[in-house]
């Protein structure tokens, strides 16, 4: 089905070690972000990418790396990961041929770093 | 810089009686405003947006919302709530310039009483 697909849907890891979200959408959306969503901040953008090859940071980037080498591709590593990223993490896309064009999400990825 | 409040973390209404969800925005032009539901376990979905012209937007499930720029508002309505309605409710803004870069208010769980 075309759509969005986040995995895993639930991870649990130590502080230290790297760990890999995967994102992958089947519309060739161009625009795809990473959201980390916690109790009373509503959601925050970690990192947008606005074609195969192109990233930036977004609001809160700090111990995140991400790459897109293909379109329908958008990992988010963290590369050590710590408590403070125990979140549940959102992938989007849209595409993008209007400002306002809605995102679409993922079912999301609930984290846990012990 | 931009900032999305929502005054009301909870609320109770009865099936059936009416819902208005508060969301006030700051932005230093006219934004993009976006409310978004997010039923348990799942990722947000759109409800409804406001880009531009008509200040009254209709959305999907009944609801709909007023852009009132005097008063930096983009509030949700619905005449009647329904059980299915229960599901937690974003407001989002987002800049021209900036696709799917959207600032988040902190949400607002809608609990639905028989």
């Known amino acids: 089905d075309a759509g969005i697909t986040q995995s895993p849907r639930y991870k649990i890891t130590e502080t230290g070690r790297q760990v890999t979200l995967m994102c992958h959408q089947t519309?060739?959306?161009?625009?795809m972000f990473w959201y980390r969503q916690d109790l009373g901040h509503g959601l925050r953008l970690i990192y947008y990418s606005a074609a195969a090859d192109i990233t930036d940071k977004g609001e809160v980037p700090d111990g995140y790396v991400v790459s897109r080498s293909k379109t329908e591709n958008f990992p988010l590593t963290l590369e050590s990961a710590t408590r403070s990223q125990t979140s549940v993490y959102f992938c989007?896309?849209?595409?993008?041929?209007?400002?306002?064009?809605?995102?679409?999400f993922g079912n999301g990825t609930r984290l846990t770093v012990t | 810089a931009q900032s999305v409040t929502q005054p009301d973390i909870h609320i109770t209404v009865s099936e059936g009686a009416s819902l208005e969800l508060r969301c006030n925005y700051s932005y230093g032009a006219t934004p993009y405003l976006f409310w978004y539901v997010q039923s348990p376990g799942q990722g947000l979905q759109l409800l409804l947006k406001?880009?531009?012209?008509?200040?009254l937007v209709q959305g999907i499930k009944g609801f709909e919302a007023e852009f009132k720029r005097s008063q930096s508002s983009f509030n949700l309505r619905k005449p009647s709530v329904h059980w299915s309605d229960a599901a937690e409710y974003f407001c989002a803004v987002g800049a021209r310039g900036n696709t799917g870069k959207l600032i988040f208010g902190q949400g607002t769980t809608l609990q639905v009483k028989p």
């Open positions: 519309w060739s959306h161009s625009y």
């Open positions: 989007a896309s849209t595409e993008g041929d209007r400002e306002h064009s809605p995102l679409h």
């Open positions: 406001y880009f531009s012209g008509d200040t």
